[in-house]
């Protein structure tokens, strides 16, 4: 059974101010219990998660389940995204006790599987990829688990996506997050050829690195334009694809054009399947990360067995 059809359906935990009403399928009961602990350990430690900062809708059951994706880089970003709730403004200092901070939060849940994205850092000369190095070593030196990074993309700096590329993570995901079109509106001072050219440089790299992306649906992209995307991720050789229901945050940001019906994001499931990406999860409230350990571990049996039939 492939992994889209596994994810439950969970709903954000605020109202979607998109100015148009919550469909059905948006709403379902949250889980409640479990979530003090990953909480405790969060705050103890003095971290930051994207779970919190973009509003995540699947924070309750990820974090009632002792998992979090942990944000390096502090908590303000460099770039107004107008899909994205991070606070944008002052950045702050680098921490350098934030690896070993994140490898103890890491050991404290029981993680097996390690998700490390930060926030867009185009203030420092290297983007921050000298501290993802930093912070992929400490996590592998505690624990020996597998990691994945979600990086910004560091403005096309080669030298720095190579700097995170050393850093051997088991995935390297970089969000495509809309067609070419809406780049402007959605991914302010961001390049979609530039998202395709980080994606191609770890493949160029690292032949054998999974590579990962994410689409957000639902901002007025055409189904012609989502496919064209998916063709130029697979050019590049990216492995894993998400496909999740953009969601706004609030009333200052984006509003939703259209809610995808979880038939179509079924559709769309078997569509890139097809293309030949090794693991697609495809739904409402699919995300870069959620359910990651799983995604990579599913597409690495794929990736096995098309070895093994060759």
């Given at each position: 059974?492939?992994?889209?059809?596994?994810?439950?359906?969970?709903?954000?935990?605020?109202?979607?101010?998109?100015?148009?009403?919550?469909?059905?399928?948006l709403?379902?009961?949250l889980?409640?219990?479990?979530?003090?602990?990953?909480?405790?350990?969060?705050?103890?430690?003095?971290?930051?998660t994207?779970?919190?900062?973009?509003?995540?809708?699947?924070r309750?059951?990820?974090?009632?389940?002792?998992?979090?994706?942990?944000?390096?880089?502090?908590?303000?970003?460099?770039?107004?995204?107008?899909?994205?709730?991070?606070?944008?403004?002052?950045?702050?200092?680098?921490?350098?006790?934030?690896?070993?901070?994140?490898?103890?939060?890491?050991?404290?849940?029981?993680?097996?599987?390690?998700?490390?994205?930060?926030?867009?850092?185009?203030?420092?000369?290297?983007?921050?990829?000298?501290?993802?190095?930093?912070?992929?070593?400490?996590?592998?030196?505690?624990?020996?688990?597998?990691?994945?990074?979600?990086?910004?993309?560091?403005?096309?700096?080669?030298?720095a996506?190579?700097?995170?590329?050393?850093?051997?993570?088991?995935v390297?995901?970089?969000?495509?997050?809309?067609?070419?079109?809406?780049?402007?509106?959605?991914?302010?001072?961001?390049?979609?050829q530039?998202?395709l050219?980080?994606?191609?440089?770890v493949?160029?790299?690292?032949?054998?690195?999974?590579?990962?992306?994410?689409?957000?649906?639902?901002?007025?992209?055409?189904?012609?334009?989502?496919?064209?995307?998916?063709r130029?991720?697979?050019?590049?050789?990216?492995?894993?694809?998400?496909?999740?229901?953009?969601l706004?945050p609030?009333?200052?940001?984006?509003?939703?054009?259209?809610?995808?019906?979880?038939?179509?994001?079924?559709?769309?499931g078997?569509?890139?399947?097809?293309?030949?990406?090794?693991?697609?999860?495809?739904?409402?409230?699919?995300?870069?990360?959620?359910?990651?350990?799983?995604?990579?571990?599913?597409a690495?049996?794929?990736?096995?067995?098309?070895?093994?039939?060759?």
């Open positions: 059974m492939s992994l889209s059809k596994q994810l439950p359906v969970l709903p954000a935990e605020g109202t979607d101010t998109g100015r148009t009403r919550l469909p059905s399928w709403r379902r009961p889980p409640q219990a479990g979530m003090q602990f990953t909480t405790d350990v969060v705050s103890d430690l003095r971290l930051e994207v779970c919190e900062s973009a509003k995540c809708p699947n309750a059951e990820c974090w009632s389940n002792k998992t979090a994706t942990f944000m390096i880089l502090g908590n303000v970003c460099t770039r107004p995204c107008g899909f994205c709730s991070v606070p944008k403004g002052k950045t702050e200092t680098v921490q350098a006790d934030e690896p070993a901070r994140l490898a103890e939060a890491a050991a404290r849940l029981g993680l097996k599987y390690v998700v490390i994205t930060s926030v867009t850092r185009d203030d420092l000369p290297d983007g921050g990829a000298d501290h993802f190095y930093q912070c992929v070593l400490a996590v592998r030196e505690r624990l020996g688990v597998q990691i994945e990074v979600l990086t910004p993309d560091f403005r096309g700096n080669k030298v996506i190579s700097r995170v590329i050393e850093s051997r993570p088991d390297f995901n970089h969000n495509t997050e809309t067609v070419p079109r809406l780049y402007h509106r959605v991914r302010r001072n961001a390049d979609y530039r998202t050219d980080l994606l191609a440089q493949k160029q790299e690292a032949p054998d690195m999974k590579t990962k992306s994410g689409l957000m649906l639902g901002l007025g992209e055409t189904r012609d334009e989502l496919l064209q995307v998916c130029d991720l697979r050019a590049v050789g990216c492995d894993m694809l998400t496909l999740g229901q953009y706004a609030t009333q200052s940001h984006l509003p939703v054009e259209r809610y995808v019906p979880p038939a179509e994001f079924d559709e769309l078997v569509i890139t399947r097809e293309m030949g990406f090794s693991m697609v999860a495809s739904g409402p409230f699919v995300r870069s990360s959620y359910h990651a350990g799983e995604m990579a571990t599913e690495a049996t794929v990736l096995t067995i098309g070895e093994q039939a060759q």
